[in-house]
């Protein structure tokens, strides 16, 4: 379940490096994500929720920039109650939005 949901991930790369931004969007949210909640695995949610703010934030339509830092603060709380260096790297991303 888990590799499935890594893969699911590299392809919103893949699909985001390309310029389809909004179907990278859509498997992040409604494919990797969920598989990740199941799992409960924090460090893997956490990173999820980081792409899926960054996606949006790359998306920049109306409400993006709301919709990611939701996100990215979900992140930033998990990675700094787990002590991941992450949540620098997360709260910059923050702090640039």
Known sequence: ????????????DVLQARGEVDEALRIRREEE??????LQSARDL??????????????NLAGDREKA?????????DAQ???LPEAGQIAEIIRQA
Do not use: D, H, W
Not at 2 to 12: D, E, K, M, P, Y
Not at 69 to 77: K, M
């Open 33 to 38: 994500l969920p598989v990740y909640e199941r």
């Open 81 to 83: 109650r787990l002590n």
């Open 46 to 59: 956490l990173v999820c929720r980081a792409n899926i703010g960054i996606t949006y934030l790359k998306r």
């Open 1 to 12: 379940m888990r590799l499935r949901a890594v893969t699911l991930g590299q392809i919103a």
């Open 69 to 77: 830092l939701e996100f990215l603060n979900s992140a930033l709380q």
